[in-house]
């Protein structure tokens, strides 16, 4: 067993700009964090099993197409159905303010808008995400 959180990042969708994606995991991989990045155009179900197989705490997606709504829709709803709702889920990317409300109520735990700085992200997950 490790101590260390888990997290998974996942860029879902069409989107296929990554940068951000890589930038926030190497901050998580540098404050100790074991990451998984799953790589561009993955699927809700995808980004999912490769939670349930890495055993992660928490899952952070990267969304900057305008689709957040049906993405992140999809991962909660497929979380919920893999018996994984513990998993913590967040993100973030070009996502306006008026949509973060709804997406709080699908089961998003946090959303980070462009500007946000990265200690303030490792901060976030360090302070809520459970190690089982």
């Known amino acids: 067993m490790t101590d260390r959180i888990r997290v ?20 998580l991989r540098d404050a100790g964090m074991e990451v998984v ?24 997606l990267s969304i900057l197409s305008g689709a957040h709504m049906t993405l992140f829709r999809a991962v909660a709803e497929q979380l919920r159905e893999q018996d994984a709702s513990d998993v913590v889920l967040f993100g973030g990317g ?14 998003v735990a946090k959303v980070f808008t462009p500007g946000v700085p990265m200690e303030e992200i490792v901060r976030w997950v360090q302070t809520n995400v459970a190690v089982d």
Request: aromatic letters at 2%.
């Open 37 to 60: 990045y799953t790589g561009l155009h993955q699927t809700p179900e995808q980004i999912v099993q490769t939670v349930i197989q890495e055993d992660a705490d928490a899952v952070g």
């Open 8 to 27: 998974v990042i996942g860029k879902p969708g069409l989107d296929g700009h990554d940068r951000g994606a890589k930038v926030i995991a190497r901050a």
């Open 94 to 107: 070009i996502i306006p303010e008026e949509d973060i409300p709804e997406l709080e109520k699908i089961g």
